[in-house]
């Protein structure tokens, strides 16, 4: 069975500091990954993928993403932290037309 | 987010009542979906729908009605819900082909139930 983790609930870092937030995946196949965001009170925002090629993948507001095919994750990063990257987190894998989505990691970026 | 639409955004409804949500997609999508997210509960998906046809229902009760009538609207209708259904419901379009595969989200409709 398809499934998503994301073994932090929560992450902190601050302003300035790279982050990361982590994602590991089961599928079976090659699989489509994905990162999304979520503010408060708002739909989820489409941030970066992965389907096939280069392991690092670059996205929206300055996030990376790295696919690691032998740990099966696919970790988010971004080399200097916003506080307005505060938000949660999700990470996603697609087999078909469904989508498998993680429990989400709350970043917190203190000034 | 204006690639996928929903009304209402707010939606307080008591359990005896009949109310629909609504989804509309401009983007040209093929796929629809909705999806319940409650507080400190992972994104549950409800219903999937390809070229119109459901293709997904994930032992939802039968107190939401799902409507697809064609490829850009999706509806939700509900009726004599309860407290523990008061949620933010999200709607979300994809395509099927392998080279845009992500979904894209609506903003939600916070739904409470009273």
């Known amino acids: 069975a398809q499934s998503v983790a994301q073994p932090e609930d929560q992450v902190n870092v601050a302003e300035g500091n790279p982050l990361t937030v982590k994602c590991t995946y089961s599928?079976?196949?090659?699989?489509?990954l994905f990162w999304y965001v979520q503010y408060p009170n708002r739909g989820l925002q489409f941030l970066l993928k992965y389907i096939t090629g280069d392991n690092l993948v670059k996205g929206s507001y300055g996030f990376e993403a790295e696919f690691n095919k032998s740990q099966t994750s696919f970790h988010l990063k971004k080399p200097s932290a916003l506080v307005s990257d505060s938000a949660l987190y999700f990470c996603?894998?697609?087999?078909?037309?469904?989508?498998?989505f993680g429990p989400g990691t709350r970043l917190s970026v203190l000034p | 987010e204006t690639g996928v639409t929903q009304t209402p955004r707010h939606l307080v409804m008591g359990m005896t009542n009949k109310k629909s949500l609504k989804c509309e997609q401009h983007?040209?999508?093929?796929?629809m979906y909705w999806y319940k997210q409650s507080a400190k509960k992972p994104l549950e998906l409800m219903f999937v729908y390809n070229f119109k046809e459901q293709t997904e229902n994930n032992s939802v009760p039968s107190r939401f009605s799902p409507e697809c009538p064609n490829s850009s609207h999706l509806f939700l209708h509900l009726h004599t819900l309860q407290p523990e259904d008061s949620a933010l419901y999200l709607c979300a379009s994809s395509q099927r082909t392998s080279g845009s595969p992500e979904q894209y989200f609506g903003p939600g409709t916070r739904l409470t139930v009273t």
């Open positions: 983007l040209g999508h093929n796929a």
């Open positions: 599928v079976s196949g090659n699989p489509y």
């Open positions: 996603a894998v697609r087999y078909g037309q469904n989508f498998v």
